[in-house]
């Protein structure tokens, strides 16, 4: 399996629960390592930027409105597999199709404020940890 490199990101309902820890203790404990992370409070056109493949959906306007409604921690996972792993950990887009024991079923409720962002592909990662961190503050460990 190859070492990849993919973007989490703890949406603001995550935060707000006080689950940051939790969250990132399922990362760890499933073999990914955190090489990068901060908390910001994203603008629109921040957020908007982030979920440009989305721009033509009916809910890109409640997604960025979620997205910008309070602070997220953004962080790059390492590990073996880690876009597919990450996928696995977070579980369905909607909580209430996740899988039990998933992030998404034990932290959301509402498939809008669904608690965690993963890219979805290495297309994707490449992307989205370019465009939160520059290649200095990522830390190979
Ligand atoms: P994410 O990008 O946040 O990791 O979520 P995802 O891949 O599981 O789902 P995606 O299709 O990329 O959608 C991005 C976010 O938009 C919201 N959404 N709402 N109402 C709806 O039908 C709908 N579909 C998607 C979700 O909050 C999803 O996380
Ligand atoms: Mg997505």
Same mark, same amino acid.
């Given at each position: 399996m190859a070492t990849e490199r993919?973007?989490? %990101? %703890?949406?603001?309902? &995550?935060v707000a629960k006080n689950a940051i820890g @939790?969250? %990132?203790s399922r990362f760890e404990k499933a073999g990914l390592k955190v090489v +990068?992370?901060?908390? $910001? /409070?994203?603008?629109e056109e921040q957020? !908007? =930027?982030? #979920? +440009? @493949?989305h721009k033509e959906r009916p809910f890109f306007k409640d997604l960025v409105g979620f997205m910008t409604s309070g602070p997220v921690v953004v962080q790059v996972l390492e590990g073996d597999d880690a876009i597919a792993k990450n996928r696995? $950990?977070? =579980?369905?887009?909607?909580?209430? @199709?996740a899988a039990p024991g998933t992030i998404r079923a034990d932290f959301a409720e509402t498939i809008d404020?669904?608690?965690? /962002? !993963?890219?979805?592909?290495? &297309?994707? &990662? @490449?992307r989205e940890v +370019? #465009?939160?961190f520059n290649s200095d503050e990522i830390c190979p460990r």
């Open positions: 993919t973007l989490s %990101i %703890i949406k603001p309902d &995550a @939790e969250i %990132i +990068a992370a901060k908390m $910001l /409070h994203l603008s957020a !908007g =930027g982030f #979920y +440009a @493949e696995d $950990l977070m =579980g369905a887009t909607n909580p209430k @199709e404020a669904n608690a965690v /962002h !993963g890219s979805d592909s290495p &297309a994707s &990662a @490449e +370019a #465009y939160f």
